[in-house]
T-cell receptor, first 121, second 106 residues
Framework: GAVVSQHPSWVICKSGTSVKIECRSLDFQATTMFWYRQFPKQSLMLMATSNEGSKATYEQGVEKDKFLINHASLTLSTLTVTSAHPEDSSFYIC?????????????????FGPGTRLTVL | GIQVEQSPPDLILQEGANSTLRCNFS?????LQWFHQNPWGQLINLFYIPSGTKQNGRLSATTVATERYSLLYISSSQTTDSGVYFCAVSRNQFYFGTGTSLTVIP
């Protein structure tokens, strides 16, 4: 149990276009989802926290108009990189926290998606 | 935020050797998890261990919450253990450590 999927797993786009990344919790309900980015050989940096039915909370330095987050249901959150530029190229990873410790998890335990590698040309 | 330091940053082991990875954190937390990031970037949950000791096969972990550290033990290492190991702690949000890059050579 406690599986999180991401789609797409990789994407290449032209500068100026927008890219949407989906994060789904497959076998549990996630009231909270998190979005991270990871540069090569670095750790994960939290970008934003997404709560179902409410606006996302962005970390300092993350442009909310550039990285649009929608958490429309208990199993789906999306991250849209708008007007992407080469410096947005990165590995984006989502995670989900179980609403009530279901699917064999403990409350507060986070489960991570496989990541999306974005390359902007 | 909470500072999370991992040591060593890099580790090279001969296959079959044992190792200990350490995670120090700067404040009290209600969650601590260890992950293995494979070469494709996937984060694999190893342990959810805010306190106490757990074992899973060749891996075990101990967290001493009062002293703000956690240890991950890898015994009889295999080449498939190679990758980056992260610990992450949280109260309301996750703070990731800098990682330990492990290379196991045959």
């Amino acid at each position: 149990g406690a599986v999180v999927s991401q789609h797409p797993s990789w994407v290449i786009c032209k500068s100026g276009t927008s890219v949407k990344i989906e994060c789904r919790s497959l076998d549990f309900q996630a009231t909270t989802m998190f979005w991270y980015r990871q540069f090569p050989k670095q750790s994960l940096m939290l970008m934003a926290t997404s709560n179902e039915g409410s606006k996302a909370t962005y970390e300092q330095g993350v442009e909310k108009d550039k990285f649009l987050i929608n958490h429309a249901s208990l199993t789906l959150s999306t991250l849209t990189v708008t007007s992407a530029h080469p410096e947005d190229s990165s590995f984006y990873i989502c995670s989900a926290r179980s609403a009530g410790g279901g699917a064999g998890s403990s409350y507060n335990e986070q489960f991570f998606g496989p990541g999306t590698r974005l390359t902007v040309l | 935020g909470i500072q999370v330091e991992q040591s060593p940053p890099d580790l090279i082991l001969q296959e079959g050797a044992n190792s200990t990875l350490r995670c120090n954190f700067s404040d009290s937390v209600n969650n601590l998890q260890w992950f293995h990031q494979n070469p494709w970037g996937q984060l694999i949950n190893l342990f959810y261990i805010p306190s106490g000791t757990k074992q899973n096969g060749r891996l075990s972990a101990t967290t001493v919450a009062t002293e703000r550290y956690s240890l991950l033990y890898i015994s009889s290492s295999q080449t498939t253990d190679s990758g980056v190991y992260f610990c992450a702690v949280s109260r309301n949000q996750f703070y990731f450590g800098t990682g330990t890059s492990l290379t196991v050579i045959p």
